[in-house]
């Protein structure tokens, strides 16, 4: 608030007003007294206008309009932190309603939600188009950061800026690939906004301003244009002057005793945020921050507003959920009546080393390696799940993974195994009968996306699930009302395996249904569909093509169906697996940066096309194909415990133009050995390995 009944002109005595006078960078062309005692005066040498700073203590919200009023940077000036500089050269919203970059001012709001008709309401995408226009500015965004990143006349882009690239491409993929919640999709949609805009700013920084503060280009003379320039507030002279020279908006805030020795030409009125800025709360949530104008509210609104982007592990508490087994599976007393016990069965290796040896080639219910599994109706084997099954629907897997799978030794006692999944392992849809695999395939499709959603939820990590709860997921008939056993007919299954269905209830369905979906439907506005789920019709759609059942015994869309779920799986089990072997460091001052640089080595393991990156990555057909992407998790092991004992991962890094077809089959193996190991270590359980549809 401003003391307009004070005048704040100091014109030290004889200088004359005069519009062309320059004055220095902490003294004022214009001023103004704030607060009610008149304690604190504001200076700029380089503008005509004044805007409120933040002088009481911070309470952020975020507003109706996904930002948060005056304590965002992208509508208000912030304090001047040397660690987030190109905040004072952020873009102002265009007036020219023709300018490209207006799209990235749009209110979120504006933005038009398409909900999808599944099992789950509440849950859909933004409308495709309005997310595609952005494609081409991201593009060219990523080509300016590349090339400045490797020029030797411009100062690099800082660590901010390296992650500001990857959440702004993290966030396009995340919008066009996953399902979300209205109000979730729309943060997601304003953070991407955010990341674009600042980006832009962080290169202008490196590129025009910077070069001019360290006089590598000429200073800036004249006055600067505040309606283009967000501008920044100081509080010492070294940053007035950097920013001064730069030609960037500066406001100068000071005690007013030092009043009598700054220049003041003129009075000018203090703009208030109102009429720039929504105050309008978004909801009921407690506040992002309250305290202070200090480093400490950036990195708070940073981390809430790439909340809707991060990933929850699922693996970091190694929560085994075993209490749906009591619940679902009621077991016949010998008088007749049930109980709610789980089924006894002739041995639960599930919390113990799941030591099995492998079994001889042509032993009973046991192919060999190589060979195509057919099983006859009601017949199983005890599958061992560090060799990889064979079938025409298996999808193929590079033999490196293969043999290295199989190489895990697991002799040694450990702790607890983990022993469930994020989502249902490849080989509950391989080692049943055709017309079984048929249903839980079309099981499958018809819960996947729930059961991503699921898996994407940051706030609560799914559980994992033993094979037992997943197989009675599948197991639900989508042409009627399911058939589940409640009891046990005396068999030894493979692990997980239940008998053939006898008689069950709609009741029965949603049970495991909500049990499944459970962490999903705590979410606002997200509730599980009952029609959808009880729905009888025996259609389904894959990448976008109408499909009927009869479609599944096609091998080849099988194929593509499993390796889509075995890459969504590995990439779950990569991302924990580095978390564990690499802890980041406590002492960090960037932490939450140094997560999120990690997490880009991570993802560089992949395809940036999802729907494409089964064909390639680290199962593409050819050696070099696969090349770069095992040079990637090459580098991200590096940094894993234990990785100093590896001579291989110690070596200098080269390009991948330096390696023969030889030498990289020979890293994979490496690689694969290390990899498969590792999880079993940490996890106790065979790992998911990376798969090609042919």
Same mark, same amino acid.
């Given at each position: 608030?401003s003391?307009?009944s004070v005048?704040a002109?100091?014109r030290?005595?004889?200088?004359?007003?005069?519009?062309n006078?320059?004055?220095?960078?902490?003294?004022?062309l214009?001023?103004?007294?704030?607060?009610?005692?008149?304690?604190i005066?504001?200076? *700029?040498?380089?503008?005509?206008?004044?805007?409120?700073?933040p +002088?009481?203590?911070?309470?952020?919200?975020?507003?109706?309009?996904?930002?948060?009023?005056?304590?965002d940077?992208?509508?208000?000036?912030?304090r001047?932190?040397?660690?987030?500089?190109?905040?004072?050269v952020i873009?102002?919203?265009?007036?020219?309603?023709?300018?490209?970059?207006?799209?990235?001012?749009e209110?979120p709001?504006?933005?038009?939600f398409?909900?999808e008709e599944?099992?789950?309401?509440?849950?859909g995408?933004?409308?495709?188009?309005?997310v595609?226009?952005?494609?081409n500015?991201?593009e060219?965004?990523?080509?300016?950061?590349?090339? &400045?990143?490797v020029?030797t006349?411009h100062?690099?882009?800082?660590?901010?800026?390296a992650v500001?690239?990857?959440?702004?491409?993290?966030n396009?993929?995340?919008?066009?690939?996953?399902?979300?919640?209205c109000?979730?999709?729309r943060?997601?949609?304003?953070?991407?906004?955010?990341?674009?805009i600042?980006?832009?700013a962080a290169?202008?920084?490196?590129?025009?301003?910077?070069?001019?503060?360290?006089?590598?280009?000429?200073?800036?003379?004249?006055?600067?244009d505040?309606?283009?320039?967000?501008?920044?507030?100081v509080?010492?002279?070294?940053?007035?002057?950097?920013?001064?020279?730069?030609?960037?908006?500066?406001?100068?805030?000071?005690?007013?005793?030092?009043h009598s020795?700054?220049?003041?030409?003129?009075?000018?009125?203090?703009?208030?945020?109102?009429?720039y800025?929504?105050?309008?709360?978004?909801?009921?949530?407690?506040p992002?921050?309250?305290?202070?104008?200090?480093?400490?509210?950036i990195?708070a609104l940073?981390?809430?507003?790439?909340r809707?982007i991060?990933?929850?592990?699922?693996?970091k508490s190694?929560?085994?959920?075993?209490?749906?087994v009591?619940? +679902?599976?009621?077991?016949?007393?010998?008088g007749?009546r049930?109980t709610?016990?789980?089924?006894?069965?002739k041995k639960?290796?599930c919390?113990?080393?799941p030591?099995r040896?492998?079994k001889m080639?042509?032993?009973?219910?046991?192919?060999?390696v190589?060979?195509?599994?057919v099983?006859?109706p009601?017949?199983?084997?005890?599958?061992d799940k560090?060799?990889?099954?064979v079938?025409?629907?298996?999808?193929?897997?590079?033999?490196?993974w293969a043999?290295?799978?199989?190489?895990?030794?697991?002799?040694?006692?450990?702790r607890?195994a983990?022993?469930?999944?994020?989502l249902?392992?490849?080989?509950?849809f391989l080692?049943v009968?055709?017309?079984k695999?048929?249903?839980?395939?079309a099981s499958?499709?018809?819960?996947?996306?729930?059961?991503i959603?699921r898996?994407n939820?940051?706030?609560?990590?799914p559980?994992?699930?033993?094979a037992q709860?997943w197989?009675?997921?599948?197991?639900l008939?989508?042409?009627?009302?399911?058939?589940?056993?409640t009891?046990?007919?005396?068999?030894?299954?493979e692990?997980?395996?239940?008998?053939?269905?006898?008689?069950?209830?709609?009741?029965?369905?949603r049970d495991?249904? &909500?049990?499944?979906?459970?962490?999903c439907?705590?979410? *606002?506005?997200?509730?599980?569909?009952?029609?959808?789920?009880?729905?009888?019709?025996?259609q389904?759609?894959?990448?976008?093509?109408?499909?009927r059942?009869s479609?599944?015994?096609?091998?080849q869309?099988?194929?593509?169906?499993?390796?889509e779920?075995?890459q969504?799986?590995f990439r779950f089990e990569?991302?924990?697996?580095?978390?564990?072997?690499c802890?980041a460091?406590g002492?960090?001052?960037?932490?939450?940066?140094d997560?999120?640089?990690?997490?880009?080595?991570?993802?560089?393991?992949?395809?940036?096309?999802?729907?494409? *990156?089964?064909a390639?990555?680290l199962?593409?057909v050819?050696i070099?194909?696969?090349?770069p992407?095992l040079?990637?998790?090459? &580098?991200?092991?590096?940094?894993?415990?234990?990785?100093?004992?590896?001579?291989?991962?110690t070596?200098?890094?080269?390009s991948l133009e330096?390696y023969?077809d030889?030498? +990289?089959?020979?890293?994979?193996?490496?690689?694969?050995i290390?990899?498969t190991q590792?999880?079993?270590?940490?996890?106790?359980r065979?790992c998911?390995l990376?798969?090609?549809?042919?």
């Amino acid at each position: 608030m401003s003391d307009s009944s004070v005048s704040a002109v100091n014109r030290l005595g004889d200088v004359q007003l005069d519009e062309n006078v320059k004055v220095k960078p902490w003294q004022g062309l214009v001023g103004a007294f704030l607060g009610p005692t008149s304690e604190i005066f504001l200076t *700029s040498p380089n503008t005509t206008v004044l805007y409120e700073p933040p +002088l009481s203590t911070r309470t952020v919200r975020r507003r109706k309009d996904y930002r948060f009023a005056q304590d965002d940077p992208l509508l208000w000036p912030q304090r001047f932190f040397e660690d987030r500089c190109h905040y004072s050269v952020i873009r102002r919203p265009p007036e020219d309603p023709s300018d490209p970059l207006c799209d990235w001012w749009e209110d979120p709001n504006d933005v038009p939600f398409n909900a999808e008709e599944g099992v789950l309401t509440g849950v859909g995408k933004l409308h495709h188009p309005y997310v595609l226009r952005h494609l081409n500015d991201i593009e060219d965004i990523n080509k300016r950061f590349d090339a &400045h990143a490797v020029s030797t006349t411009h100062s690099k882009p800082n660590k901010y800026a390296a992650v500001l690239k990857y959440h702004l491409n993290r966030n396009y993929r995340v919008l066009t690939d996953l399902a979300h919640t209205c109000h979730e999709a729309r943060c997601v949609y304003s953070f991407m906004q955010r990341c674009y805009i600042e980006l832009v700013a962080a290169l202008d920084w490196v590129e025009v301003y910077q070069p001019r503060m360290e006089g590598r280009l000429p200073s800036w003379n004249g006055h600067a244009d505040a309606k283009k320039l967000m501008g920044a507030f100081v509080v010492d002279e070294k940053s007035a002057t950097h920013l001064f020279n730069a030609g960037i908006p500066v406001w100068v805030v000071r005690e007013r005793r030092y009043h009598s020795s700054t220049l003041i030409m003129k009075d000018a009125a203090v703009t208030t945020p109102s009429g720039y800025a929504s105050f309008e709360p978004m909801d009921s949530e407690d506040p992002v921050y309250v305290g202070a104008d200090v480093m400490e509210k950036i990195k708070a609104l940073e981390k809430y507003t790439s909340r809707g982007i991060q990933w929850g592990d699922p693996f970091k508490s190694a929560q085994l959920t075993t209490a749906p087994v009591a619940t +679902l599976l009621p077991q016949k007393r010998p008088g007749g009546r049930t109980t709610q016990a789980p089924p006894k069965r002739k041995k639960d290796t599930c919390g113990q080393d799941p030591v099995r040896k492998p079994k001889m080639a042509g032993a009973v219910n046991e192919p060999a390696v190589g060979s195509t599994s057919v099983l006859s109706p009601g017949i199983r084997s005890n599958r061992d799940k560090f060799e990889v099954f064979v079938s025409d629907f298996a999808p193929p897997t590079p033999d490196a993974w293969a043999a290295g799978l199989s190489k895990v030794n697991r002799s040694q006692p450990r702790r607890q195994a983990v022993a469930g999944y994020v989502l249902p392992e490849m080989g509950l849809f391989l080692n049943v009968p055709a017309t079984k695999r048929n249903k839980y395939l079309a099981s499958w499709l018809k819960y996947r996306s729930a059961l991503i959603f699921r898996a994407n939820d940051a706030s609560q990590p799914p559980p994992l699930w033993r094979a037992q709860l997943w197989r009675m997921l599948l197991a639900l008939e989508i042409t009627g009302n399911a058939a589940l056993d409640t009891h046990t007919d005396g068999i030894t299954h493979e692990e997980g395996e239940i008998s053939e269905p006898a008689k069950t209830t709609t009741q029965k369905q949603r049970d495991i249904v &909500h049990e499944a979906l459970g962490t999903c439907i705590r979410r *606002s506005g997200v509730a599980i569909n009952e029609s959808v789920v009880a729905r009888s019709d025996i259609q389904f759609e894959w990448r976008g093509r109408p499909r009927r059942m009869s479609d599944l015994d096609d091998p080849q869309l099988v194929r593509d169906i499993l390796c889509e779920l075995a890459q969504l799986s590995f990439r779950f089990e990569l991302l924990s697996l580095d978390r564990a072997r690499c802890a980041a460091r406590g002492d960090s001052k960037d932490l939450e940066l140094d997560r999120a640089l990690r997490e880009e080595k991570v993802q560089k393991c992949f395809t940036a096309d999802n729907q494409d *990156s089964c064909a390639r990555g680290l199962a593409a057909v050819n050696i070099r194909d696969r090349g770069p992407y095992l040079l990637n998790l090459q &580098h991200v092991m590096r940094e894993w415990k234990g990785a100093g004992n590896q001579q291989w991962l110690t070596v200098p890094p080269r390009s991948l133009e330096l390696y023969t077809d030889g030498e +990289l089959e020979r890293l994979e193996r490496r690689i694969a050995i290390f990899y498969t190991q590792l999880f079993y270590d940490e996890y106790g359980r065979a790992c998911t390995l990376p798969h090609r549809p042919t």
